[in-house]
């Protein structure tokens, strides 16, 4: 019997394995709520050299996909095998559009996978269509999900090894689909932190009058194909005014909104985050991405208007006190927010000598 349980991937070792490979089984086996997926051979093997008493086993309320690809994407060898309340792949729908029910009440479109094609998360998204899907006539007593996570929800149970309890369930920044927008994340855009777009087209204006530092090969500034590569389109949140061709504060503070500032799935409630209180509010962010687009800047978005030189200062200061705090209080991240200092402090040397002479951190 493997109730609620995920297996994905096997073959990871250059061997070729199925999912579940059963042989000559004395009883029924029972397969219920799996998840049974990205494996290289078919998801079940089934073999039985008895013919006058062929145990097959009871498969319901899985997701079975997208298994042996390198083959035929049939998912199922030796004994075929009719699913109950299942979703599973189609080789004959293999862009998986299908819903259409059989009278097993089982079908061959897309599972719905929160993070699709990552065999290491196989989570369904809040509109999934294996949601409340499973088998309504079976109980759950006492069975848990892959998260320890109620079996049941919604009245109804899902098909596959995961049970949708919450909405917040993935994140565009959570870029190793783990569940949590952190130093993970974070180290990525601190490595573009401060680069400068190769393709800004006043660098590559003839008539700049800095255009030799970047264009001639002994420049101090000369464009390397490293310096190319180290471009980050993808953290350019702020592409306009001063901050249009660089990676700079406004990029990094849009950033901290855009990403929910160290979100946490909501299937990982092991997960406790701070209670957070966002050191800068959305409209005095919004007013100050506004005074940072003023004066456009040749190297740095940090060389602003002297009106709004201050202003983002006292800001960063605020946000560097909120820091301070994490620092002391969340243990397990105080090297994540001793970075984000780094970054910020360093932010305020360039913005300007004279608000650090007043203030001390
Ligand atoms: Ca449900
Ligand atoms: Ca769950
Ligand atoms: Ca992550
Ligand atoms: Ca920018």
Sequence with gaps: MIKNSVICQNSSLGQNYFGIWIKDPSNIPVLYNNTIAFNHNEAIAYTDSDPNRVNYPE?????????????????????????????????NDPDGVNYTMNFRHTFGGKPGFVYEGDPNNVHLGYTSFCKNQGDPNL????QKDMDNEDRVADSRVDMGADEIHCEDIANAWDLDHDGLVNYVEFVPFSKAWLSHDPDDPE????????????????????????RRAAWREEFNLVNTGASQYAIDLPDFLAWMESTDCFWVACWRPEFHPLDYTPPISESTLQSMLASSLSAPSLM??????????????????????????????????????????????QSLVETGDMTIKTRSF
């Design 59 to 91: 498969v319901r309320n899985c997701i079975i996909w997208y298994n042996n690809q390198d083959g035929n994407g049939e998912q199922f060898a030796g004994l075929k095998l009719h699913p109950f309340y299942s979703c599973v792949y189609d080789p």
């Design 139 to 142: 109980s759950y007593p006492g």
């Design 203 to 226: 660098l590559n204006d003839p008539n700049y009058p800095n255009y030799y530092l970047y264009n001639d090969p002994n420049g101090p500034y000369y464009i390397t194909p490293q």
């Design 300 to 345: 740095r978005a940090s060389v602003l208007s002297t009106e709004s030189t201050e202003d983002e200062a006292s800001l960063v200061l605020s946000l560097l006190d909120q820091i301070n705090l994490f620092i002391k209080t969340d243990q397990d991240n105080t090297e994540v927010w001793q970075e984000v200092k780094n970054l910020l402090e």
